[in-house]
């Protein structure tokens, strides 16, 4: 679990990306009972957006593992899934589709049709029989269960003394209880050899075709405002003076992912000749660029920001900047640099006139390849 992928441990992205949907509450990481401190450490230096329990109660099976953590289960709760840390990249799309089959059903698991031809041999060397795939499906986590029902099927295996369970779905089915397919995602793949990891790399965009830009902003500091950097409230007596919220870290960032991918530029896509976007919080304006990106195939990687402002002091705040910024566009807070200095008390930044900053925005194909054909893009 501890592999690096985009510089990041792999079980983090698991928990972070199934954190990060918003019909999930909180979390709990299931590890062996003398290896809790080093997740602990990391997640001191890289806090999480919701609750994540760490919990030393791994068994000597998968099975025996997940039972000892559903005794940790909150109270109330009426969904779980189950997850394997190895699982880096689990979508939004794939969450939305299990949850929406679990609320409709009590249970949803994600799963892929078999497509190769299959074998059965006793030996390893010689074949004894073509075995028919159709009916058969490659099954992932995470899985979703009715709470109620997940405590149970394990509560009867136990008692049953069946610790053989290669997945949960496995003891749901013992139990009676019926399990629905979900459409799974080729590319959550779960590493076990490093082959695979080679693969996850491939598929993160590490190694792919990248391109970068940059983006500027500043704005005057003016009586009456709220002061909005990196989609943060500042406690400061002078907000930034703008059509939307003003928020130069956002905007600057914005600018930099379009010029990325040649998009054009935030005056281009949100005019302030629009009422669309008076007063409008820059985080909903980071989205619709995110929404863009997507549109023509691309992916943040990188995010890094240097905010100029003589005051207020901004290095409490910039935690909960790259918790945001990294939250709107679906990537990691360690994908995300903002740093803040002086300009030493010249020009209109140092005069405490206003505040700019500089962003430098790094992007990569999301499907393996971008769609370069420049589609026309609207600007309310």
Same mark, same amino acid.
């Given at each position: 679990?501890?592999?690096?992928?985009?510089?990041?441990?792999?079980?983090?992205?698991?928990?972070? !990306?199934?954190?990060? &949907?918003?019909?999930?509450?909180?979390?709990?990481?299931?590890?062996?009972?003398?290896?809790?401190? #080093?997740?602990?450490?990391?997640?001191?230096?890289?806090?999480?957006?919701?609750?994540?329990?760490?919990?030393?109660?791994?068994?000597?099976?998968?099975?025996?593992?997940?039972?000892?953590?559903?005794?940790?289960?909150?109270?109330?709760?009426?969904?779980?899934?189950?997850?394997?840390?190895?699982?880096?990249?689990?979508?939004?799309?794939?969450?939305?589709?299990?949850?929406?089959?679990?609320?409709?059903?009590?249970?949803? *698991?994600?799963?892929? #049709?078999?497509?190769?031809?299959?074998?059965?041999?006793?030996?390893?060397?010689?074949?004894?029989?073509?075995?028919? !795939?159709?009916?058969?499906?490659?099954?992932?986590?995470?899985?979703?269960?009715?709470?109620?029902?997940?405590?149970?099927?394990? =509560?009867?295996?136990?008692?049953?003394?069946?610790?053989?369970?290669?997945?949960?779905?496995?003891?749901?089915?013992?139990? +009676?209880?019926?399990?629905?397919?979900?459409?799974?995602?080729?590319?959550?793949?779960?590493?076990?050899?490093?082959?695979? /990891?080679?693969?996850?790399?491939?598929?993160?965009?590490? +190694?792919?075709?990248? =391109?970068?830009?940059?983006?500027?902003? $500043?704005?005057?500091?003016?009586?009456?405002?709220?002061?909005?950097?990196?989609?943060?409230?500042?406690?400061?007596?002078?907000?930034?003076?703008?059509?939307?919220?003003?928020?130069?870290?956002?905007?600057? $960032?914005?600018?930099?992912?379009?010029?990325?991918?040649?998009? +054009?530029?935030?005056?281009?896509?949100?005019?302030?000749?629009? #009422?669309?976007?008076?007063?409008? #919080?820059?985080?909903?304006?980071?989205? &619709?660029?995110?929404? /863009?990106?997507?549109?023509?195939?691309?992916?943040?990687?990188?995010?890094?920001?240097?905010?100029?402002?003589?005051?207020?002091?901004?290095?409490?705040? *910039?935690?909960?900047?790259?918790?945001?910024?990294?939250?709107?566009?679906?990537?990691?807070?360690?994908?995300?640099? *903002?740093?803040?200095?002086?300009?030493?008390?010249?020009?209109?930044? +140092?005069?405490?006139?206003?505040?700019?900053?500089?962003?430098?925005?790094?992007?990569?194909?999301?499907?393996?390849?971008?769609?370069?054909?420049? *589609?026309?893009?609207?600007?309310?």
């Amino acid at each position: 679990m501890w592999q690096v992928l985009l510089g990041v441990p792999v079980w983090r992205h698991a928990v972070w !990306r199934l954190l990060s &949907h918003p019909e999930v509450a909180s979390g709990a990481l299931a590890v062996a009972p003398d290896n809790a401190a #080093p997740f602990e450490a990391y997640l001191r230096q890289y806090p999480v957006p919701k609750p994540l329990q760490i919990l030393p109660c791994g068994g000597a099976t998968r099975q025996a593992t997940v039972r000892n953590a559903l005794a940790h289960l909150p109270d109330g709760v009426r969904f779980v899934a189950v997850h394997d840390a190895a699982r880096p990249l689990v979508s939004r799309a794939l969450l939305d589709r299990l949850i929406a089959t679990a609320t409709q059903h009590g249970t949803a *698991i994600p799963a892929l #049709p078999v497509q190769d031809t299959l074998k059965r041999s006793e030996d390893g060397r010689t074949v004894q029989a073509t075995v028919a !795939r159709e009916g058969l499906y490659r099954v992932q986590t995470p899985q979703v269960f009715r709470a109620d029902w997940l405590i149970e099927a394990h =509560r009867r295996a136990a008692e049953e003394g069946f610790e053989q369970a290669t997945d949960d779905a496995q003891l749901l089915e013992r139990a +009676g209880y019926p399990v629905y397919l979900a459409e799974g995602d080729p590319r959550n793949l779960k590493l076990t050899t490093p082959d695979d /990891l080679h693969l996850l790399r491939l598929y993160a965009g590490e +190694g792919a075709l990248t =391109r970068t830009g940059i983006g500027y902003d $500043i704005h005057q500091l003016t009586e009456g405002r709220t002061l909005m950097l990196g989609g943060v409230a500042i406690d400061y007596p002078y907000g930034l003076q703008g059509h939307s919220d003003a928020d130069v870290v956002l905007h600057a $960032i914005c600018d930099a992912l379009l010029g990325a991918a040649a998009l +054009g530029d935030i005056g281009q896509h949100f005019p302030n000749t629009n #009422p669309r976007w008076k007063d409008a #919080p820059s985080l909903t304006l980071l989205q &619709h660029v995110r929404a /863009l990106l997507t549109q023509h195939g691309w992916q943040p990687l990188n995010i890094d920001a240097m905010a100029l402002a003589e005051a207020p002091k901004l290095a409490p705040y *910039i935690p909960e900047m790259r918790q945001r910024i990294a939250h709107t566009l679906g990537i990691l807070p360690e994908q995300v640099s *903002i740093k803040a200095t002086t300009n030493e008390g010249m020009d209109a930044v +140092g005069a405490r006139r206003a505040i700019a900053c500089y962003a430098v925005a790094t992007i990569y194909p999301a499907n393996g390849e971008a769609d370069h054909e420049q *589609i026309p893009t609207q600007t309310g």
